[in-house]
Nanobody
């Protein structure tokens, strides 16, 4: 599966961005994740949506971010509201199957104070 993330950009604190992740083939049976990474730090899980549509979030984004999926379009989304400077990072979408893990190329989100 090839994944391509998009939608990043520069936004002021309190603003919103919507990230998209396009998959090259069906994601119907796959759990999908969004991660983020600040340069020099580890890549951290932000949100997960399972194949059945259940969602989980890291505490720092609960109530502000929403992950969703469209299995017809093979897309995963991350709606980000009330953005904070500490949300600044490169955001990656990820999935895995029985054989390997697949990462998108990342999209940069910069939140100015």
């Amino acid at each position: 599966v090839q994944l391509q993330a998009s939608g990043g950009g520069l936004v002021q604190a309190g603003g919103s961005l919507n990230l998209s992740c396009a998959a090259s083939r069906s994601i119907f049976l796959l759990d999908m994740d969004w991660y983020r990474q600040v340069p020099g730090k580890q890549r951290d899980l932000v949100a997960t949506i399972t194949s059945s549509g259940n969602t989980n979030y890291v505490d720092s984004v609960k109530g502000r971010f929403t992950i969703s999926r469209d299995n017809v379009k093979n897309m995963v989304y991350l709606e980000m509201n009330n953005l904070k400077p500490e949300d600044t990072a490169v955001y990656f979408c990820k999935t895995s199957n029985n054989y390997r893990t697949y990462w998108g190329q990342g999209t940069l989100v910069t939140v100015s104070s």
